[in-house]
């Protein structure tokens, strides 16, 4: 089992950049396939973002491709979100995730953080 807290969202204006943390907990960090979920006000939780336990492989929603980047570091059992050119549409309460296969849907994840709210500004 493991559990994850994400951290690192906050306020700001269009254009700026955010990075996101989530620590897991747990001497197996580097078997699981880590994701990044995010859900805005009145809207299904959606995919952003996933790296595997290697972060050999990543895959990153076409509507942040080009913006967002996804990152581990196993040895501080750790994975990032690196967010550029946010825009309002950003905003969300983002999610880490994590399971033993890769995945880009909700259902297949079995581990979930709390969230942590972005708020992009126009």
């Known amino acids: 089992q493991v559990q994850l807290v994400e951290s690192g969202g906050g306020l700001v204006q269009t254009g700026d950049s955010l990075r996101l943390s989530c620590a897991a907990s747990?001497?197996?960090?580097?078997?699981?396939?880590m994701g990044w979920f995010r859900q805005a006000p009145g809207k299904e939780r959606e995919f952003v973002a996933a790296?595997?336990?290697?972060?050999?492989?990543?895959s990153v929603a076409v509507s942040v491709k080009g913006r967002f980047t996804v990152s581990r570091d196993n040895a501080k059992n750790t994975m990032y979100l690196q967010m550029n050119s946010l825009k309002p549409e950003d905003t969300a309460v983002y999610y880490c995730a994590a399971d033993l296969r890769m995945g880009l849907r909700q259902r297949d994840y079995a581990y979930w953080g709390q969230g942590t709210q972005v708020t992009v500004s126009s």
């Open positions: 747990g001497r197996t960090f580097s078997m699981y396939v």
């Open positions: 790296i595997s336990g290697s972060g050999g492989s990543t």
